[in-house]
Each structure stands twice: as structure tokens, then as C-alpha cells.
């Protein structure tokens, strides 16, 4: 652990792995999260910050078994993360004792690799091994360790595992086809995802966006950014329902896509994925995304490494797009987008708080390099719109699309990275699916804030509802209060109600984000938006 820098533990523990964790070496942090969800939401975000693999512990069929959506949520996240699952003692597992588990097939595919070692002596190598693993390939690896594995004697010259790997996609050798693509196109747009989300990625796919003179779109439902969306060639988020892309894609004669697959929806629709005679090139270190891609051309590899290859090519060397046409055409993504991108200049004037009320404030009070972490379905859209990411990791979110990410997410990404300033937007039905994380963030005094956006209901489902002319057999939860809770968690909670207040509220809070003192958390009472666009 302490070769491959894992030194601190995410774990909500069992019997299972007293023996582990009993009489710990001091320079082992040992981090209690209360719920399986929250430890590897906790941990992802601690992992996606600093790229490297952060260690979890878990209790046998239980712990895995609440774990599995998180472990989901962090493989396409590219959260790598070495999860240690406790299991019965071996020498009586063929009878199937209690809490002895069936646990290789638990997490079903999510895992990037399950290793089970053979002997107690395997253990050490096997979570070497797996972290290598998730440190090359960007995912959650789980290590099964009967519970008297720990106590068994080990050899120090018995290694089955390489004690340090290096590992680089570099740029094929071959980029002739891809840069002839790219040179043959007319009018090209880029299309950036996740796997772009670094200071190389930006800068380099900026070079390339200029010199092509090349809008760029944000991947739909993207887990971070992958181009700073301040830029004049930033085009917005790209439409998940197929006819709405094919409209804003209408005339593009290639589309590049850098750091995610082509192209992830969300409502089935018949029809093409692009326009006819849009071909699609893909960039991306991840080989199924590659894979599953409709492409006409697909390259593995690091997209920083191939973008700067392309900007150096000599096909492309002499391409340049003259300056009257390097701007973004006249593309819109849909209503939502379109509300949003002037919305942030309206004044309001309604007595009720919305979320246009509390994107605007934070678009105004929140540093640049803020790290914005989302869970508010109903209004992801506009706060995409209206909190743009300026720097990379300025967004972060649950690409996988289910709830209870976000909040231990931020608190893993605060402990990662103390010197950025963290704050989560999350709804209140979101915030319950993990608001036990609230309790570590304020046991171990971090400084997360919590934007929670109270509208009393899963407006998100509302909507859907409505776009089907049906029913809904779920209630609204006005009388939920996420504040109370996380007070009881021992957190510093703010209620807002009124503009004034919120202003006031989030100026201070938005003063204070690189000061010690704990998780704070502001409950804004907010109507349901009814905008809301997939």
C-alpha cells in the first residue's frame, strides 16, 4: 500500500476485516464513511482528483453488495480505485458459514478485474497487481481477502507482481488517415468528453479548435469537461435525443470526437446518429468506447499525445481558417441551452426562488478555479449553461446517471485537492441517496459546501411524467428537510428562502471556500423547474 501510494483507507468496516484493520501503522489514515454508497462515492472523487488509485474496504456480500452502484458510477467515472472486499475464513468457506458471500460475480462487469488470490501469500501481490490495473486502465479492481488471510505469515521474497509498471497510449505511429481526414474536411466540429479532462487535454484541443476554426460541443452527460467552456468556440452541450443533434450537426462534415465514445443518448429515436455525410473520427485512451463507437475512424491512444501529434502533422501543419470564419456558426442546442446562455443577464422579478436565482448568484460569487461538482437533474442543463467550466476538473458529475454521487464525491475531491474550492449542486431527493457522507466530512473538517436545491419532490421524474401525459404514483416530500438532517451529522447549515438572503448567503459562503471549518450547507427553497430537457 505504502509503494503504491494508497496510504489512506475509504471503508465502512465488518467482522470481516477487524484482523486488517486492528492496531493500523500511523501512516495509514483510516477515513469512516457510514454507508458503502458514500465510501466509494468518498473515494472516487478522492481518486479522480489525484488520477491515481485510492484504496477501499468493504464488508463481504453486504458492503459489496450496497457498494455496487457507486463501483458502477466510478467505472465510468475512470475513478481508479483498489476495493478490498472482506470474505469468510477460507479454511470453512466450502460450507458456506455466515457471511461467507458469493462475491466474484456481485458487482457483475463494473469491475474492471476481480482477483482472488489463491493463498494468504498472494494477497500483498494481488493488490499490487490491482493497482496497476486501475491506475493504467482509469477504473475500480476488487481483491477478495478471507478474513484469516491477514493473520497468515508472510514472505517478503514471495511476489507475484511487478513493483512499479509504466504505461503510455502514446500516439500511433501511423496518423497519416486520421490527419488526412481531418485535412479533407470542410467544416469540422469537435465533440469533447471525459478522457480530455486535463491541462494538456485543454490546451492542446484548444490549438486545434483554432487552428480549424472548429466549434466544440460538450459530450452529453459527460462526467467532467474537456474544453474550457468560456472559450469563443465553445458550442454548448450536445443535444442527447438524436433528431436534436442531427439539427445542430446539420452541415458538419466531420465531427472529432476527444475523450468519450460517439455518442452517448438518452431517449431511443429512430434515425441517424449524425447527419448524412457527417463522418465520425474518435480519440480516446479507453478501447471500448473506441470499439463501440459508429466511427470511420477510431484511434487508441492518450487524446493530449494524438491532438498535439495532429497539430504537428504536415498535412495539417499548414491549415489555418481565416479569422472571419473562426468563430462558432449559429448552432443551437435546444431550448434549454438556448434559455440558459442569456438567462444569467435577466433580473428577476418573481417572489419565488428558482434555480435560475441560484445559478446566477453563484456564477457571480464562485472563484474560477472552483470545482463543481452536479446532482440536480431537473436543472443540470441550466447550470451547465450558466456555471460553465473554466479550468479542468471544473465540472464533475455521475456519468453513469444514477443519484448519490455528488455529495461524497465533493467530499473525496476536497480532501484530494484543500487548496481548490469545492461546492456541490444537489437536489433534495438526490442529497438523501448518500447524506450519511455528511457525517465524515464533518468529523474529518472539510470544507465542502453543499448547494441543496429544496423543491420538495423528484422534479426530474415530474417532468418525465409529463412528457408521457401520465400520473405519477409517487408522492412529493415537502416536509423533507435536508437541512435538519445534516445538522443531526454535526454540519453548519444555512436555510434560504429569499433573494436577499441567498445573495448574502452564498457571497460569504463563496468568501470563506479556502478556510478551514467543516462542511457548510445551504438548504434553498426553490419552485420545480419546468424546463427541463434531457
Given amino acids: 500500500m505504502r509503494r503504491q501510494d494508497m496510504t489512506t483507507i475509504f471503508s465502512n468496516p465488518g467482522s470481516t476485516e477487524v484482523a486488517f484493520l486492528v492496531d493500523l501503522p500511523d501512516d495509514l489514515d483510516f477515513v469512516l464513511a457510514l454507508h458503502e454508497g458514500s465510501v466509494v462515492g468518498m473515494a472516487s472523487g478522492w481518486a479522480i482528483a489525484r488520477r491515481e488509485p485510492a484504496f477501499v474496504l468493504l464488508h463481504t456480500t453486504a458492503g459489496l453488495g450496497n457498494a455496487v452502484g ?70 475500480p479492481v476488487l481483491v477478495i481477502v478471507p478474513m484469516d488471510d491477514w493473520e497468515a505469515p508472510y514472505d517478503p521474497a514471495d511476489v507475484s507482481a511487478a513493483r512499479e509498471v509504466q504505461a503510455s497510449r502514446s500516439a500511433p505511429v501511423d496518423l497519416d488517415p486520421l490527419a488526412a481526414l481531418v ?43 474537456g474544453f474550457p467552456q468560456d472559450h469563443p468556440l465553445f458550442a454548448g452541450h450536445l443535444p442527447a435525443e438524436r433528431a436534436r443533434a442531427r439539427e445542430v450537426l446539420e452541415g458538419i462534415e466531420l465531427l472529432l470526437v476527444v475523450g468519450a465514445a460517439a455518442i452517448r443518448q438518452y431517449p431511443y429515436a429512430e434515425g441517424r446518429l449524425v447527419p448524412e455525410g457527417t463522418r465520425i473520427a474518435v480519440i480516446t485512451a479507453d478501447p471500448q468506447e473506441a470499439y463501440r463507437s459508429p466511427a470511420d475512424l477510431a484511434v487508441i491512444a492518450t487524446p493530449s499525445v494524438v491532438v498535439e501529434a495532429l ?30 446562455l442569456h438567462v444569467a443577464h435577466l433580473v428577476a422579478h418573481h417572489d419565488a426562488l428558482t434555480a435560475t436565482d441560484v445559478f446566477r448568484t453563484l456564477a457571480d460569487v464562485l472563484p474560477r478555479h472552483t470545482v463543481l461538482v452536479e446532482e440536480s437533474p431537473s436543472s443540470r442543463g441550466l447550470l451547465q449553461a450558466m456555471l460553465p467550466a473554466r479550468e479542468p476538473l471544473g465540472f464533475v458529475s455521475a456519468a453513469m446517471g444514477g443519484l448519490g454521487f455528488a455529495m461524497p464525491a465533493s467530499i473525496g475531491l476536497k480532501m484530494a485537492m484543500p487548496e481548490r474550492p469545492v461546492v456541490a449542486v444537489i437536489g433534495d431527493g438526490s442529497a438523501m441517496y448518500a447524506i450519511q457522507s455528511l457525517w465524515t466530512a464533518a468529523r474529518e473538517d472539510i470544507g465542502v459546501l453543499c448547494v441543496v436545491m429544496a423543491n420538495g419532490g423528484y422534479a426530474v421524474m415530474d417532468r418525465l411524467a ?59 427553497t426553490v419552485a420545480q423547474d419546468s424546463h427541463f430537457a434531457p
Fill in 466 to 524: 409529463e412528457r408521457v401525459d401520465g400520473k405519477p404514483p409517487w408522492p412529493s416530500f415537502p416536509e423533507l428537510s435536508v437541512g435538519r438532517v445534516a445538522e443531526a451529522l454535526g454540519c453548519r447549515v444555512v436555510r434560504v428562502e429569499d433573494h436577499t438572503r441567498l445573495e448574502s448567503t452564498l457571497a460569504a459562503a463563496a468568501e470563506r471556500l479556502d478556510e478551514p471549518g467543516g462542511p457548510l450547507v445551504v438548504e434553498v
Fill in 183 to 225: 485535412a479533407s474536411s470542410g467544416r469540422t466540429a469537435i465533440l469533447a468528453g471525459a478522457g480530455n479532462d486535463d491541462a494538456e487535454g485543454w490546451r492542446s484541443l484548444t490549438s486545434l479548435a483554432e487552428r480549424l476554426g472548429a466549434p466544440v460541443w460538450q459530450e452529453p452527460f459527460g462526467a467532467r469537461a
Fill in 311 to 340: 497539430l504537428n502533422h504536415p498535412v495539417l501543419a499548414a491549415v489555418s481558417v481565416p479569422p472571419h470564419t473562426q468563430a462558432v456558426p449559429a448552432l443551437s442546442a435546444g431550448p434549454v441551452a438556448g434559455h440558459a
Fill in 70 to 139: 457507486a463501483i458502477a458510477t466510478a467505472r465510468v467515472n475512470r475513478a481508479p480505485m483498489v476495493i478490498v472486499v472482506g470474505q469468510q475464513d477460507r479454511r470453512h468457506l466450502a460450507l458456506e458459514p455466515f457471511l461467507a458471500g458469493r462475491l466474484d460475480g456481485l458487482a457483475g462487469e463494473y469491475p474492471l478485474d476481480v482477483l482472488s488470490p489463491v493463498r494468504a501469500q498472494d494477497v500483498p501481490s494481488a493488490v499490487e497487481r490491482a493497482a496497476h490495473r486501475a491506475r493504467t486502465d482509469q477504473g
